[in-house]
């Protein structure tokens, strides 16, 4: 089993920055890849972000130029930078960690960009 925390959501005005975390812990070993998804209010949970474990990183459309994807190998944990937040990046964003045949999730995180 592999655990899965996010923090770092909250409120925040248009055009400002928040930066999630997603620490990883139990069984760790052959992660293949973490990232971020989002799930806004009447819509289907959508990829904003992912990092392999070779360092590749794939963006949506959305995100590229404004979102950034790092991670901390010694801590387990990956980060989201958002910076010149939109109000439709309004959502509950989820932190998944995949080693192959098995996807973990967390809990969410609320990010709310008020206009």
């Known amino acids: 089993q592999v655990q899965v925390v996010e923090s770092g959501g909250g409120l925040v005005q248009a055009g400002g920055s928040l930066r999630l975390s997603c620490a990883a812990s139990?069984?760790?070993?052959?992660?293949?890849?973490m990232g971020w998804y989002r799930q806004a209010p009447g819509k289907q949970r959508e990829l904003v972000a992912v990092i392999f474990s070779n360092g590749h990183t794939n963006y949506a459309d959305s995100a590229k130029g404004r979102f950034t994807i790092s991670e901390d190998g010694a801590k387990n944990t990956v980060y989201l930078q958002m910076n010149s937040l939109k109000p439709e990046d309004t959502a509950v964003y989820y932190c998944n960690v995949n080693r192959g045949a098995f996807n973990y999730w967390g809990q969410g995180t609320q990010v709310t960009v008020s206009s």
């Open positions: 139990g069984r760790i070993s052959s992660i293949n890849v």
